[in-house]
């Protein structure tokens, strides 16, 4: 594990008792954590199409699953949110995080072609800014693939692990967030059908629980899934008072989805 930063002096992100990233590195390097990042990575498997060609950013704390389905894109990175702190992603290769405002994101717009975002959505005092940012930084037919607790799920009601801290969804109150800033949901998954074991002898049982769990009690999932897409036919929000707006550089250039090969440029307002 690399470095870990806080930063609760950037106050600029809106987030509510949002999880903390030694808790987070530390719930991951256990043996639930390790099993737990695997039900939720077989889960995002058959609704990931390949990404060759666009770029992927990680927003909330995804680099155990950008580690997966980050190698296959042109370029990956992790934004992180300030209230959270950020810790060094990858291990061994040049530097791809980056410490936000979790509300006004460093990039410009329609520079992101897939969004993944995990330990982020459940935290957000405001979670329609959340997403009507990350609708401004999405290429047109971008896809923006949520992770958040379930709130008929037994991790929600648990707090030894990040999945019981912040606000749990449903499916239909993800809907209807979703459809409010103009995303349209495309594709649903689920995981964490086994007890969030605080033994770690119990452990070695949670595979075959999440198998049984998948069959037989789909509806109590730990986690539910959310792949949506954004589609420009749909109108634009309009913010009720204009801000201006301040973008970090440097910024990746708007080039729309799947486009292939880029630079970095920087840009000066």
């Known amino acids: 594990m690399g470095k870990s930063r806080r930063a609760g002096t950037l106050g600029d992100c809106a987030l509510s008792t949002n999880a903390d990233i030694i808790d987070l590195c530390n719930f991951y390097a256990t043996p639930l954590g390790s099993v737990a990042a695997r039900s939720i990575t077989l889960s995002l498997s058959p609704i990931w199409r390949p990404i060759s060609e666009e770029r992927l950013l990680g927003l909330g704390y995804a680099t155990p699953y950008l580690s997966r389905f980050g190698t296959d894109c042109e370029r990956s990175l992790a934004f992180m949110p300030a209230a959270q702190g950020a810790e060094r992603w990858p291990a061994g290769a040049p530097l791809r995080t980056a410490l936000v405002g979790i509300e006004d994101l460093p990039l410009g717009d329609s520079s992101i072609d897939r969004i993944l975002m995990v330990h982020a959505l459940e935290f957000a005092e405001s979670p329609e800014a959340l997403l009507a940012e990350t609708w ?9 693939i949520i992770v958040v ?10 707090e030894h692990t990040p ?5 749990p969804w ?9 459809r409010s800033v103009t995303f349209t949901p495309h594709a649903w998954g689920e995981a964490l059908f086994f007890p969030p074991f605080e033994r770690q002898q119990l452990v070695r049982f949670a595979p075959a629980m999440e198998r049984i769990g998948r069959k037989f009690w789909p509806m109590f999932a730990g986690v539910v899934i959310i792949e949506a897409v954004k589609q420009l036919h749909r109108g634009i929000p309009v913010a009720s008072a204009a801000k201006e707006r301040r973008v970090a550089k440097p910024v990746l250039v708007p080039a729309g989805a799947g486009a292939g090969a880029r630079v970095w440029r920087r840009k000066f307002l």
Do not use: D, I
């Open 136 to 144: 401004r930084v999405l290429a047109p037919g971008g896809s923006l």
């Open 149 to 158: 607790p379930h709130r008929r799920g037994v991790w929600a009601r648990f």
């Open 163 to 167: 999945f019981g801290s912040g606000r």
């Open 170 to 178: 449903s499916r239909g109150q993800l809907t209807r967030l979703l």
